[in-house]
């Protein structure tokens, strides 16, 4: 008599929610329903798709490839070098106006970035500011937590060692004089890294917070000198270190380095010979990669994307064959043809 007095009071109560009796709607899918959603479904991707595709043509890209693997290469004798500070200079001709804005990315193949020891290699409370971990980094920073001489590395993990540390600098040519091209590095790194997720320590000024520390082993400066000619935009704020941090998916990416959208260069760069003045310092032969510039512009899509224009156009013509083979399917079983 207790264990049915205890089944009955473990039973949800009797009502519809409880017992799922409430009403419902059960959608009956028929020909005269599907077949033309397909026709709709599949000519709105087809009209999206040639969108996107047309756009992305219209995007320009002009990539120039700096590794200096070919003896051909102007930056051959830098990738042999083992010394840092070796500049190169790549010459190139653009045809026609190069509509601004302009994007300056550099890239890199074969680059993986999205490998998980190398992804968790970095201490979220040290990149916030807390003065208690540049003292006492994460484990997970190792190995690049301490120095041979066991002080504390500032900012620690294997992220940051691998900083790009490569510079550039555009010229001009005109009438055989150089004109260098301002490049604009303001704003380059997500909202949300610069002003939430990356703090530095309220102390001024920011070199006494790295008092007892030491920079990256594979650093030329340490964090509060990242950039000599902005004193704001130093320490873990840095744009360029903001950018380098905020991993990519895929082994060969690019990443934002600068915009054109000063001066001269507001409507874009215009058509003629420029040169591009490189300060080689990043090594990449060891994992056998490349490095690239691109320069690009951009649409109310974004950068150029052939494959999703394609993707749209693809998913679209299947719907539309779907609905013509249901359509056929549908005459053939639906109206069978009288003797």
């Not at 264990?3 to 899918?29: F, G, H, S």
Request: aromatic content about 14%.
């Amino acid at each position: 008599m207790v264990k049915k007095e205890k089944e009955l009071a473990n039973r949800p109560d009797n009502t519809a929610y409880t017992q799922q009796r409430l009403p419902a709607w059960q959608p009956m899918l028929s020909a005269g329903i599907v077949i033309p959603g397909f026709v709709l479904i599949g000519l709105a991707f087809i009209g999206i798709g040639v969108a996107l595709f047309v756009t992305s043509q219209s995007i320009q890209v002009l990539e120039l490839d700096y590794t200096g693997v070919e003896p051909t290469s102007p930056c051959f004798k830098c990738s042999e070098q083992s010394t840092k500070n070796c500049v190169c200079k790549m010459n190139f001709n653009i045809d026609s106006l190069f509509e601004g804005p302009v994007f300056f990315y550099y890239g890199l193949t074969n680059y993986f970035q999205n490998q998980r020891k190398y992804g968790v290699s970095k201490d979220d409370d040290q990149l916030n500011g807390d003065l208690d971990y540049f003292k006492s980094p994460s484990e997970t920073c190792s190995p690049y937590r301490y120095d041979s001489k066991n002080n504390p590395i500032v900012p620690c993990g294997a992220i940051a060692n691998s900083m790009f540390n490569d510079t550039f600098k555009l010229f001009q040519i005109v009438k055989g004089a150089r004109k260098q091209v301002p490049f604009d590095g303001k704003g380059i790194a997500w909202w949300t890294d610069y002003n939430i997720k990356y703090r530095n320590p309220t102390i001024t000024p920011l070199k006494n917070a790295y008092n007892g520390t030491v920079k990256p082993t594979a650093w030329p400066r340490p964090a509060y000198e990242l950039d000599t000619s902005d004193p704001s935009n130093n320490g873990f704020i840095n744009q360029d270190f903001l950018v380098w941090m905020r991993r990519a998916a895929l082994p060969d990416f690019r990443k934002l380095y600068r915009r054109i959208t000063e001066g001269d260069y507001a409507q874009g760069l215009p058509a003629g010979n420029y040169s591009l003045e490189i300060a080689y310092n990043y090594p990449v032969m060891s994992f056998e990669g490349r490095k690239k510039v691109v320069l690009s512009n951009v649409s109310w899509m974004g950068g150029k994307n052939e494959f999703l224009g394609i993707a749209y156009l693809v998913i679209g013509s299947l719907c539309v064959l779907m609905s013509i083979v249901m359509l056929i399917v549908y005459a053939k079983f639906k109206f069978p043809e009288e003797d």
